[in-house]
Structure formats: C-alpha cells, structure tokens
C-alpha cells in the first residue's frame, strides 16, 4: 500500500512539473524574444498551464477517416505510459522500487520511446506524419549508440548500474569535473533523444507542419505533449545524477535539475535547426568516435587503479 501511494505521488508531482515546466518554457522563449510570456491567467501566468490542459482535454476530438483508428487512438497512451513508467528509476532509498541495473534498464526504455513515434507517424495516414517519423527513427537509432556508450564509460568506473552508487562515487568528486567534453557530447545526444530544438526533425514545424503529431488534437496532442515534456525532466534528473553528484537527498539536486531544463529551453531560443545530413555526420563522425575513445581511455584507468592496488597488496 505505502508503495502504491508513493508511485501515485510520484506521477502527480511528475504531471503537476510539466505544466509549470511549459510556463517555464513560455517565460523563457518570451524574454529571449523581447516579450511577456503568459501573464494573464492567474498571479503572473501561474494558472496558465491547467488552463491549457483543461482547454486541451475538453476539445473537440477529430476522427481521421484514412487513419488506423484502434492504433491512432492507442499510440498518445503508449506514449504517456512509457514516459511516466521510467520514473520509478528515480532513486530511493526506501518505500519504492530500489533498481540494481537501473542504467540497463534505462537504456531498454530508451529504445522503446522510438516506437510511439513510428506508430503515431504510421497510423495517421499522413505524408507529414510519415515524414517525421522516418526522421525520427534514423536519428534515434544514430544517437542511441553514443549515448549507449556514453552510459558504459560511468559504468566502468563505478563498476555498478545501481544510480544510488553513482552519488556514492561521486562523494568527492564530480564526473562532470573530469569528462566535460563528454558532458556536452551527452547533452547533445539527450536533445536528439528527447527531439528537442536544434534536432526536433521528428516534428519540423516550419518544413513538416507539426511531424509526426501533425493529426492529433485535443487530448491526443495534450498525452503526446505530457510524454515529451516529462521525458525531459527525467533526462534533466539523469544527467544531474550521472554528472553533478546526484545527492538527491539535497536541496542543490532540485535546482540542478531546474537548471537543466532551463538549459532545454536556453538551446530553443538560441540555436535553429541543423540540417539533416550535418545531423548524421555529427552522430557517425563526431560523437561516436568521441565516446569509443573515452571508453578506452576509462577502461585504461580503471586497469591502472587495478594494477596499482594489486602492487600494494
């Protein structure tokens, strides 16, 4: 019972910071743009985000007549339901569920998240939406290797998949202090994952119309748009974990991870987007060969702490 509870709290505060994360967002992009974000419902904007999700859930729901109807419909909860199931890595100590190979665990929901993609760009029936998802699984499956990799180099020092040692580890010392150019390689490979601007080809507004949600509307587009907003937040705790100590017990993790999202919103009003073939290249040529040397490297110090232990014993 206790642990039901905890899971049903976890998934309400999940849902309660993605709608204050998209007036985040609105905020930001609003004076990155020399302008007021939403301001008028409630104390400077604070009801915004419930008034869009009420507008969104009470909305007209339209039935594509070419679409897959049973799989059009199923796809948005898929979606949430991936996106809100990965949470229960979050790191306890007690009262939920205590993963040993949690970062395995991770990367096999990480490849599960392209399916929602193809399945909504598929079951539309649309050029658009058809578009979007083959550009999204290209990019997933470019980036997934990196970040794949990236993951080994920590498991290798800390010789565990269990996140709760990786705050153990990094008692002392930061990974971020060490592997910074492995930290942006990470952050970009997180933007590809989670199809955020300069890499949302998956969507492509201004080529695309909306991608591959390009015929969802009303709670479809609202599900859709809870699944992605959450899988940032959760990336943004996963990065806090692996690179900035990860002591959750501390109030400097919650603004750790605050910041990473702000970080999110920061590349959206400054970069635009790349263009697809500089995306591959960047994948193949540039962070694939980054992280395969990294990964020699810490394996390299690994077996010289190794050798070193094995002298003094």
């Known amino acids: 019972m206790v642990y039901l509870i905890t899971c049903f709290f976890l998934i309400l505060m999940v849902l309660i910071?993605?709608?204050?994360?998209?007036?985040?967002?609105?905020k930001v992009m609003g004076y990155c743009h020399n302008r007021k974000g939403p301001n008028k419902v409630g104390y400077f904007g604070l009801l915004?985000?419930?008034?869009?999700?009420?507008?969104?859930?009470?909305?007209?729901?339209?039935?594509?007549?070419?679409?897959?109807?049973?799989?059009?419909?199923?796809?948005?909860?898929?979606?949430?339901?991936?996106?809100?199931?990965?949470?229960?890595?979050?790191?306890?100590?007690?009262?939920?569920l205590n993963f040993s190979y949690g970062l395995l665990f991770f990367l096999c929901c990480s490849s599960i998240s392209i399916y929602g993609l193809i399945i909504c760009g598929w079951s539309s029936n649309s050029i658009?939406?058809?578009?979007?998802?083959?550009?999204?699984?290209?990019?997933?499956?470019?980036?997934?290797?990196?970040?794949?990799?990236?993951?080994?180099?920590?498991?290798?020092?800390?010789?565990?998949?269990?996140?709760?040692?990786?705050?153990?580890?990094?008692?002392?010392?930061?990974?971020?202090?060490?592997?910074?150019?492995?930290?942006?390689?990470?952050?970009?490979c997180c933007l590809a994952e989670t199809n955020r601007t300069p890499f949302d080809f998956s969507e492509g507004e201004s080529e695309l119309v909306s991608g591959f949600n390009i015929e969802y509307g009303g709670s479809g587009f609202a599900l859709l748009f809870i699944s992605e907003y959450s899988s940032i937040i959760f990336i943004g705790v996963l990065t806090v974990i692996i690179y900035m100590g990860g002591n959750f017990n501390s109030f400097i993790f919650f603004i750790s991870v605050v910041f990473m999202c702000f970080f999110f919103i920061w590349i959206?009003?400054?970069?635009?987007?790349?263009?697809?073939?500089?995306?591959?290249?960047?994948?193949?040529?540039?962070?694939?060969?980054m992280s395969l040397n990294y990964i020699f490297m810490f394996v390299f110090f690994k077996s010289l702490i190794f050798y070193h232990f094995y002298l003094l014993s």
């Open 268 to 289: 959206r009003c400054t970069l635009p987007r790349y263009r697809y073939d500089k995306l591959m290249y960047l994948a193949w040529k540039c962070y694939l060969p």
């Open 48 to 96: 915004q985000p419930f008034s869009d999700g009420l507008k969104l859930f009470l909305s007209e729901q339209l039935f594509p007549v070419n679409s897959n109807f049973i799989i059009y419909y199923i796809c948005p909860l898929f979606s949430l339901i991936y996106s809100l199931f990965v949470w229960c890595l979050f790191p306890f100590y007690v009262n939920c």
């Open 128 to 188: 658009y939406s058809l578009l979007g998802c083959m550009r999204s699984v290209s990019q997933a499956i470019s980036y997934e290797v990196s970040l794949s990799i990236i993951l080994l180099c920590y498991f290798f020092l800390c010789e565990s998949y269990n996140f709760i040692d990786f705050y153990l580890i990094q008692n002392l010392c930061w990974f971020f202090y060490f592997s910074i150019p492995m930290f942006f390689c990470w952050i970009s």
């Open 17 to 26: 910071s993605v709608g204050f994360f998209t007036l985040l967002e609105r």
